[in-house]
């Protein structure tokens, strides 16, 4: 059985819980002084390649967890090492913006220097949405793609992954490498435990540019403008016809 | 964005809602099974024959009272009524106590209940005011006929002023309605606690409540700065000040702020607000001692200071029974006697990040703690603040009933009433794990930073034997130590017995007299409180 090299894909987003407000520019979401942290998918990510470890062991050779951005993002690498991720990398982009095509490029040169063979990426960014990085990624580098995964399991060389589709669940299975995209079902990440986040704050991280991995980064897309969503109304339930009745006078509407 | 915010709310953010509307969602399961009427479960208590019996005629009037601005009545006298639309009034959420009363009635405005209240004296018909109804000492509900006054729909927001912080507005309000208003315009109300989705900001004034952050953000008695009150004769008192310091005269709305609806009924309140917090951080501990517990704390008071937010106890028990009876993440793997939630909150998150990354280290290297976590976001801070606010509805899902006590006490023998009433309990051959014993567990959790305990004891169902064990003993015990027989959640029906352990007979006994001033009828709140 091949030894398992797992490489984590993890982006920094605004906090998910938190109501994003579009900056005055109406140019993107005004991020100044709001909490950022680790993509939501991309968590559970970091959460399954700990898994894996845990479960497959001496199989398991590496795992390594990136991000392309600011300094700051440094945070959630060392959030990930805490965790239980073995070596973390930042690749430093400063403040430009990241397109996904960008980052698969980027990725792609990553698992060539890393020479991983499963890669493991959130399926979507909660700012953007777009759901293309893991796809972009598994159709350059030639690999079998599981996108949105709801279970991962290893038979032999094999990787079987189950899918949440409409209508039920699809399990597909193929030998490594390959790459996994996590849905919100595959596992609930753990807190990272203080002491491990202690020591973590003090461990090495590795750092990189685009140039170093040889793929300077070239925005194609340009945003015209962003603005809010037409706000939705208010929907009252009502159990039944007494109530109905109820709720409208109470509304005065009869 | 949208799309997927929904999508994962199902998962994480149940969380939420859970946390805001654990007393509405309780409630409609606890009406599966009706508890017995209080007049049966306490037949001592006899309906005093001074207060008329409500009639058609009453209700009539009632009905007028509310005819131009609106408002609404639930009327039992009639037989088309459902009598089961009166069973929320008639019943708390502890599902401890049931009243009869025929009806309900919820005003518009302070006028409508000025009247109510002049008309309901000259009868001598008897009152209960009722907000939220998620009172914990069975003070919101009628022992036998009164009236409930439901505050429910006087819930305007009046105003607010950003630059003072300072908010007006009707009882009835929401507390998370208040919250959320205030959110937007980046302040918050003082006050937070567990019911914060159905509970009404009058019915915590009118018991003072305490809440998660009193700690940090002080007491309602001193955050708020005005009310308007409605006397039982009808008389309206307008107190509605939004200055932060005036003394002229006596401060009578600090006779309301805790009365219970005893002296009157709040309609309005002023309150002033703090600014929102920019940054907050929850971190939470195993510790392997309750001495371990007191020395954190002294840590945390001297490494956070000014940011130290919020610092509750739970003891291990408590923790299990969240295990059981919800599906919430358990932070730490291992088992510890005690946890401790720490919660900061600040206006610049490096600043608080380095101070409490500081602290930490500190109580890590001394063996303070042994273990603990720290939430890396809003989701995770949001469960782990539901490992405590969840205990609540877990005690209540353990059994079908619980006892509880809400004390102050000394911080040194805080947990040592914990350990003693299971010691009594235990010896008593009242807990155990067979359905012969009425008792499954005791459970110790609360705001330490307050030196307030809530002691639970989980029941099979609710049994004298096990009242008679636990009272007066633990108010004794609490009176051995000068603590306070309830520490936030007031005296109500409840408690009433028990003020003497806590109150002086020369303090009584001109509460009462206060009392004959404010309604000489006595048609306020009757069977309760003092």
Not at chain 1, 18 to 46: E, H, W, Y
Not at chain 1, 94 to 122: D, F, H
Not at chain 2, 90 to 112: F, M, S
Request: net charge neutral.
């Amino acid at each position: 059985m091949s030894k398992l090299r797992v490489l984590v894909g993890v982006k920094r987003t605004l906090d998910y819980m938190l109501k994003p407000r579009i900056n005055p520019a109406k140019t993107g979401v005004d991020l100044a002084g709001q909490k950022m942290s680790i993509n939501p998918f991309c968590d559970i990510a970091v959460e399954e390649a700990i898994r894996i470890k845990e479960t497959q062991k001496d199989r398991v050779e590496d795992t390594l967890v990136v991000t392309a951005g600011p300094s700051a993002s440094e945070q959630i690498l060392r959030q990930s090492l805490a965790k239980g991720i073995q070596r973390a990398s930042l690749i430093d982009v400063g403040n430009k913006e990241l397109e996904p095509l960008s980052v698969a490029k980027l990725l792609k040169a990553t698992v060539e220097k890393e020479k991983s063979n499963l890669v493991i990426l959130g399926k979507q960014a909660i700012d953007d949405d777009a759901h293309q990085t893991g796809g972009m990624l598994a159709a350059m580098l030639g690999w079998p793609q599981f996108t949105s995964a709801s279970k991962v399991a290893f038979e032999g060389d094999k990787v079987v992954v189950t899918r949440e589709i409409d209508g039920g669940a699809e399990t597909l299975s193929s030998p490594l490498p390959a790459v996994i995209t996590t849905d919100l079902r595959l596992n609930v990440p753990r807190f990272a435990n203080l002491a491990k986040v202690m020591k973590a704050r003090k461990a090495p991280l590795g750092k990189l540019t685009p140039e170093d991995l040889g793929v300077p980064i070239e925005n194609r897309l340009q945003t015209l403008s962003v603005e809010e969503p037409v706000s939705k109304r208010q929907s009252i339930m009502v159990k039944n016809v007494d109530e109905f009745v109820k709720t409208l006078k109470e509304l005065k509407a009869l | 964005m949208l799309f997927l915010r929904k999508e994962v709310f199902t998962q994480v953010g149940r969380f939420a809602a859970v946390n805001a509307n654990a007393s509405t969602k309780f409630c409609s399961l606890r009406f599966a099974h009706k508890p017995s009427f209080t007049a049966d479960s306490y037949p001592s208590l006899q309906r005093d024959s001074r207060y008329a019996t409500l009639n058609q005629a009453d209700v009539d009037f009632l009905k007028s009272i509310l005819k131009t601005e609106g408002g609404s009545i639930v009327n039992g006298l009639d037989q088309s009524t459902d009598p089961s639309d009166l069973d929320a009034f008639n019943t708390d959420w502890t599902h401890k106590y049931r009243g009869k009363t025929e009806v309900a009635i919820k005003p518009k405005t302070t006028q409508q209940v000025s009247q109510i209240l002049k008309y309901c004296n000259s009868r001598k018909l008897a009152v209960v005011p009722q907000g939220g109804n998620t009172g914990l000492v069975g003070g919101s509900i009628p022992v036998f006929d009164e009236i409930v006054l439901n505050l429910g729909l006087m819930n305007k927001i009046h105003s607010f002023d950003e630059l003072s912080g300072v908010l007006s507005l009707d009882a009835g309000v929401i507390l998370e309605n208040a919250d959320s208003f205030l959110a937007e315009k980046d302040h918050m109300f003082p006050l937070d606690l567990g019911a914060k989705g159905s509970c009404q900001v009058g019915g915590c004034a009118a018991t003072a409540a305490g809440g998660l952050r009193l700690l940090r953000y002080g007491s309602l008695r001193g955050t708020i700065l005005g009310i308007e009150a409605v006397l039982p004769d009808g008389t309206i008192l307008d107190n509605m000040v939004t200055l932060r310091k005036d003394n002229t005269g006596l401060d009578l709305k600090q006779l309301f702020i805790g009365s219970e609806g005893y002296l009157g009924i709040i309609t309005r309140l002023t309150v002033i607000c703090p600014r929102r917090p920019r940054s907050t951080n929850v971190a939470f501990f195993g510790v392997s001692s309750y001495e371990n517990v007191l020395k954190a704390f002294s840590e945390s008071k001297a490494y956070l200071t000014e940011i130290l937010s919020a610092f509750e106890l739970m003891d291990n028990t408590s923790q299990r029974l969240v295990d059981a009876h919800s599906s919430t993440q358990r932070p730490l793997e291992d088992e510890h006697p005690f946890y401790v939630l720490l919660e900061t909150q600040g206006s610049n998150k490096e600043h608080d990040e380095q101070k409490l990354n500081a602290l930490i280290e500190h109580l890590i290297e001394d063996e303070v703690i042994t273990d603990g976590v720290i939430a890396q976001d809003e989701s995770q801070l949001r469960v782990l603040w539901e490992r405590r606010e969840g205990i609540t509805e877990c005690l209540a899902k353990a059994g079908s009933g619980v006892y509880k006590y809400d004390v102050s006490l000394p911080l040194k023998v805080l947990y040592d009433l914990v350990n003693d009433t299971k010691q009594r309990l235990t010896d008593l051959k009242l807990l155990g794990e067979s359905s012969d014993h009425p008792v499954i567990d005791v459970v110790g959790f609360g705001h330490m930073g307050d030196g307030n305990l809530h002691l639970n004891i989980a029941v099979r169902k609710y049994d004298k034997r096990v009242e008679k064990a636990l009272q007066p003993w633990v108010f004794e015990w609490v009176a051995s130590h000068r603590g306070s027989i309830s520490a936030e959640h007031g005296l109500g029906l409840l408690k009433k017995p028990y003020i003497g352990y806590s109150k002086s007979p020369e303090m009584i006994s001109l509460m009462k007299i206060l009392k004959n001033v404010f309604d000489p009828n006595g048609i306020m709140l009757p069977y309760k409180y003092v």
